[in-house]
T-cell receptor, first 113, second 120 residues
Framework: SQELEQSPQSLIVQEGKNLTINCTSS?????LYWYKQKYGEGLIFLMM?????EEKSHEKITAKLDEKKQQSSLHITASQPSHAGIYLC?????????????FGTGTKLQVIP | GAGVSQSPSNKVTEKGKDVELRCDPI?????LYWYRQSLGQGLEFLIY????????KSGLPSDRFSAERTGGSVSTLTIQRTQQEDSAVYLC??????????????????FGSGTRLTVV
């Protein structure tokens, strides 16, 4: 089965600082999701990456999938308190087939004003 | 509806009681998924529905857990004779289905806010 390891497990940064969260897979990634979760809320979809070397950005968050499709990084530029939460990477089942997603254990981000 | 709706949002139950958790997916989403998030652990897949059938139940942890879906819409996850280790947040997600791909490859995979179950 596919396993995803996220690092770091938790992160505390000063507002305005940049940060990176990594997600490493034990197998080739055919679809890599990034989600954000706040306490008491569901998962908010951020981005999905499929192609090796692909990079996507949304506001101040950029995610990239490496060429070998086994590692993804999520980078936040000029962090704000609104970025605080738990970031989860998830691996999809690939093209075709249903999208059962295997999740990493998450990275808890705190942003200090 | 506009999003995936789950109820109740919080449930406290006594050990040994049965509980039912409800998920109302986005209208038109044929695929529905249940996940469990235990304290300190990641999200754990439980079961997947396509329409009213469940092709993959591999994640259900024991025969105390069951789920059904009716009318291709609402799903109910039932836990019988609850145990303390069942305490977790139960999340439901829905999507357009396995063979439908939105631009950007999102598959429209959307989560509800979850039901926090506490067994005392």
């Amino acid at each position: 089965s596919q396993e995803l390891e996220q690092s770091p497990q938790s992160l505390i940064v000063q507002e305005g600082k940049n940060l990176t969260i990594n997600c490493t897979s034990s197998k080739t990634l055919y679809g890599l999701y990034w989600y954000k979760q706040k306490y008491g809320e569901g998962l908010i979809f951020l981005m999905m990456l499929q192609k090796g070397g692909e990079e996507k950005s949304h506001e101040k968050i950029t995610a990239k999938l490496d060429e070998k499709k086994q590692q993804s990084s999520l980078h936040i530029t000029a962090s704000q308190p609104s970025h605080a939460g738990i970031y989860l990477c998830g691996a999809g089942g690939g093209s075709g087939g249903y999208q059962k997603v295997t999740f990493g254990t998450g990275t808890k981000l705190q942003v200090i004003p | 509806g506009a999003g995936v709706s789950q109820s109740p949002s919080n449930k406290v139950t006594e050990k040994g009681k049965d509980v039912e958790l409800r998920c109302d997916p986005i209208s038109g989403h044929t695929a529905l998924y249940w996940y469990r998030q235990s304290l300190g652990q990641g999200l754990e897949f439980l079961i997947y529905f396509q329409g009213n059938s469940a092709p993959d139940k591999s994640g259900l942890p024991s025969d105390r857990f069951s789920a059904e879906r009716t009318g291709g819409s609402v799903s109910t996850l039932t836990i019988q004779r609850t145990q303390q280790e069942d305490s977790a947040v139960y999340l439901c997600a829905s999507s357009l289905g396995p063979y439908y791909r939105l631009r950007g490859g999102n598959y429209g995979y959307t989560f509800g806010s979850g039901t926090r179950l506490t067994v005392v």
